[in-house]
């Protein structure tokens, strides 16, 4: 089994959170290509050109494939909501101009969630009626992917409100699965307590798109012991190199062969853009512990 391999701006330390010393978006493309990848993510909506017209070709120039696009915001609050509708409407038409199949609908890092990430007995769930919200926005955003015919997918997220086991599986329970996909992020799922290949196991077809993430388990076990927020465990390296941490990559690969995943891969390690990590080299060592799995070619 071999998959076709991209890489995401958020290993660059480009994050719509943050605002970092971000590489120029022409550099990122150039080093992306440089490293070994096929395929490329949009990063938040501005850091690639938004003109489908200069996107396309800087992209063929350098033999790349856009693969996906995200919204990130509070699914669960009017104001959250219409801005994430906004935001896809500028993303989507984009996406589907450039062949990108995947719409990554991501909940917004909210601080009492932040404040709780990677301790579900302490985390707040939300209430019927934000439930209910979060579940029409979702529907919304998919069905305005479906109209440009993008694939939408729900990824769950370390400090959210879909990062435990019981969120995740009441939100894919409500919503039509011909309709919404499951994005399976191999680290947030570990960071959240979910096993990631039993994960692809038990969501089988649903899972429509991969992250490949890895988790320092030191990182871990003193954010869960000492209380530390979402932040402050990733500016500590709590996502780090592929083959480095915690998550069972092979296990991965078997558990992707037994539903018969055959879309792409991203590599997201979230790296600190203030850390003494440097992207290039994370990426080329991430690449190559995935030939060593099999994952890729």
Avoid at 163 to 182: H, N, Q, S, T
């Amino acid at each position: 089994m071999s998959m076709r391999i991209g890489n995401a701006p958020t290993s660059w330390g480009v994050e719509k959170e943050l605002d970092t010393n971000r590489p120029s978006w022409d550099r990122f493309l150039d080093e992306v290509r440089d490293c070994g990848y096929e395929g490329v993510e949009l990063g938040p909506y501005g850091f690639l050109p938004t003109e489908i017209e200069v996107l396309s070709p800087e992209l063929g120039l350098r033999g790349l494939r856009l693969t996906a696009g995200y919204v990130m915001g509070p699914l669960h609050t009017p104001t959250g909501s219409a801005e994430l509708f906004a935001e896809a409407q500028s993303v989507l038409p984009l996406l589907a101009a450039a062949g990108a199949g995947h719409l990554v609908v991501i909940p917004g890092i909210m601080p009492e969630r932040a404040a709780t990430a990677g301790r579900s007995e302490h985390a707040r769930r939300l209430s019927p009626t934000e439930f209910a919200a979060e579940v029409e926005s979702v529907r919304q955003l998919a069905e305005m992917a479906a109209r440009e015919g993008v694939a939408a997918g729900v990824h769950p997220h370390a400090g959210t409100f879909v990062e435990f086991a019981d969120e995740v599986e009441g939100l894919m329970e409500a919503l039509d699965p011909d309709l919404v996909g499951l994005v399976l992020d191999t680290g947030h799922f570990a960071h959240g307590g979910i096993e990631p290949a039993g994960a692809i196991r038990s969501y089988g077809r649903r899972v429509r798109y991969v992250h490949l993430k890895d988790v320092n388990p030191a990182v871990l076990e003193r954010s869960r012991r000492e209380h530390l927020g979402f932040w402050q465990a990733y500016s500590e390296g709590i996502f780090c190199v592929l083959g480095t941490g915690s998550v069972d990559f092979v296990a991965v690969k078997e558990a992707l062969a037994s539903v018969a995943y055959d879309g792409w891969l991203t590599v997201e390690q979230d790296a600190d853009p203030a850390g003494k990590s440097d992207p290039r080299t994370d990426a080329i060592s991430s690449l190559a512990f995935l030939k060593r799995t099999g994952l890729v070619e």
